[in-house]
């Protein structure tokens, strides 16, 4: 066998890597929606032959192994329930979105950072209640005074989000391609047409 094979081995399964499945939770709603809770066609594959998850939806396109066929999933649901975390992390994506991806100051989306309201060098403290998100022209703007020094107001006061609001916060922010498969599990809770 001449090196080819191989390549043409390690490339084929390439074509499929645009193919990640949805994953719900044993009560069918997303693990997450921003990141949007999404596995691989090959774990959801191997999920659901270990029997980890029932399959819900499927593409098209279809896998082989020597003695099986099976179509991708596209949505699959845990059969044991995760139950979802009550105590959100401070990180910088949580906080970027808590701000719904807008500087405090301006409403920009561009350029974000964080900014401190009560300055590191008055005391401030890194936390929820006291760091917001910013972009950059207003951070470098206020820089280490106070808000009244700076001439500056906050468009909503910063506070510690709970895991819910910020799951429904995420669902506000859909990824650039969604599976129409998906659309009935990302969005359950809205109305229905008449």
């Known amino acids: 066998m001449d090196g080819d094979f191989r390549a043409e081995f390690v490339r084929s399964p390439g074509a499929l890597k645009q193919h990640p499945a ?3 939770n044993a009560d069918y709603r997303p693990l997450s929606y921003y990141p949007l809770s999404l596995w691989t066609w090959q774990d959801a594959v191997k999920a659901a032959w270990l029997d980890r998850v029932a399959i ?6 279809v896998v082989h192994s020597p003695s099986t066929e099976i179509r991708i999933p ?3 649901v845990l059969k044991d329930y995760v139950k979802p975390q009550k105590r959100v992390a401070f990180t910088r994506f949580n906080l ?5 991806f807008r500087c405090q ?5 561009g350029e974000l950072t964080f900014d401190h309201v009560v300055p590191r060098a008055a005391g401030g403290v890194t936390s929820w209640e006291n760091v917001v998100a910013a972009c950059s022209p207003c951070n470098l703007r206020k820089g280490s005074k106070s ?6 107001s906050l468009r909503k006061p910063p506070r510690r989000p709970g895991a ?3 799951r429904n916060t995420g669902r506000k922010f859909p990824p650039n391609h969604l599976h129409e498969s ?6 359950w809770d809205t109305e229905l047409d008449a």
Do not use: N, P, Q, T
């Not at 970027?96 to 719904?100: A, H, K, N, T």
């Not at 100051?105 to 989306?109: E, F, L, M």
């Open 22 to 24: 949805l994953v719900l």
């Open 56 to 61: 819900v939806a499927e593409y098209d396109e």
């Open 74 to 76: 596209s949505v699959v």
């Open 96 to 100: 970027f979105l808590r701000d719904e």
């Open 105 to 109: 100051y301006c409403g920009s989306k």
């Open 147 to 152: 808000l009244h020094r700076a001439g500056m």
């Open 164 to 166: 819910e609001e910020l």
């Open 182 to 187: 998906w659309m009935d599990f990302l969005y």
